[in-house]
């Protein structure tokens, strides 16, 4: 019965969605974050090198690939514009070169923070401690004055409930919190600081090689990769300014967009929206599915996130994507 009352309300929104494309031609942006082989990526991060060379060959054959940062208003069919997130050294080592094979423009939102450093990005040490050949004990307490708790971690099971909890809560504090909880992590797993060069942003000097070509266009992605919707006003205008400023510097040149960290509608606000305006930026990134049209507010563009699907795979989700 309730499969027999969905299918009208889908069939309707498809309807809609088809008679509103022909009116509109939309254009949907793509989320990439990775281009390189890892043995675990939990968040689903990497698609290999194989798998986004037969995904633009597939955008180029059937779409016209357009970039973030032009004007869309007078886009006469079906587009497709690509993105990626963070700033991980393999967008300038894995994707740049296979953009430049098949002559795919792409924009690159930078997490300035990590840029230059030998780190990981805090997703990833979180993932480090806790995949490592530690002798974990049978315990963690977290001290924190708001969110501390103890979690019992003596089985493989237990130490991935502690993972997804604290992969959640540290989305919720800032940058200052987050490394202090990872300073707690580190001795509690006895995992030091020895980070994973494969997980490592860019250096200068490769986002400067990567700013050079003539596909890439270069955008903020804030400094610390912190929700921006859990900080107060004045901190928010420092992650996006500063990342701005910092890009600006680093490149000699004017940066136009940016794209929210993390970026679904609960890690920003209006005022953040707002603050972007405020900055300079001329479109902002989201990060919830949906299609750009013609009355999209330009920061608040929606993105599919693109996970390491085979090309078949790839193109399902795309079909489906234009008309639900």
Not at 147 to 169: D, Y
Not at 214 to 226: D, R, V
């Amino acid at each position: 019965m309730h499969s027999a009352l969905r299918f009208p309300i889908t069939l309707t929104r498809v309807m809609r969605n088809v008679l509103v494309n022909l009116l509109d031609p939309p254009v949907l942006v793509l989320t990439y974050h990775r281009v390189t082989r890892l043995q675990s990526d939990p968040q689903l991060l990497a698609v290999t090198p194989e798998h986004f060379r037969v995904h633009l060959q597939f955008l180029k054959n059937k779409f016209p690939i357009i970039r973030f940062e032009d004007d869309w208003s007078n886009v006469k069919n079906a587009s497709v514009a690509i993105t990626f997130d963070d700033g991980y050294a393999d967008n300038a080592l894995g994707a740049l070169p296979i953009l430049e094979e098949t002559g795919v423009p792409a924009t690159f939102f930078i997490s300035t923070g990590a840029i230059g450093t030998d780190q990981e990005f805090w997703w990833d040490e979180l993932e480090r401690i806790f995949l490592g050949e530690w002798a974990f004990p049978e315990r963690f307490e977290l001290d924190d004055s708001r969110f501390g708790r103890t979690w019992p971690t003596g089985t493989v099971a237990e130490r991935h409930v502690l993972f997804e909890a604290l992969l959640r809560l540290m989305k919720e504090v800032d940058a200052l919190k987050r490394e202090h909880w990872l300073m707690q992590l580190r001795r509690w797993a006895g995992a030091g600081k020895e980070w994973r060069e494969f997980n490592r942003a860019m250096t200068v000097e490769e986002l400067q090689r990567l700013c050079q070509s003539s596909l890439a266009t270069i955008g903020a992605h804030a400094i610390t990769h912190t929700p921006l919707s859990s900080l107060p006003a004045a901190e928010q205008r420092k992650e996006i300014e500063g990342s701005k400023k910092q890009l600006e510097s680093w490149l000699g040149r004017e940066i136009r967009v940016f794209s929210y960290p993390f970026g679904s509608r609960r890690d920003y606000t209006q005022e953040t929206v707002d603050l972007c305006r405020e900055v300079g930026f001329a479109k902002a990134a989201a990060n919830f599915p949906g299609q750009t049209h013609r009355w999209t507010d330009p920061y608040q563009i929606p993105r599919l996130v693109v996970r390491n699907w085979p090309v078949e795979v790839f193109a399902k989700h795309l079909r489906k994507f234009w008309i639900v």
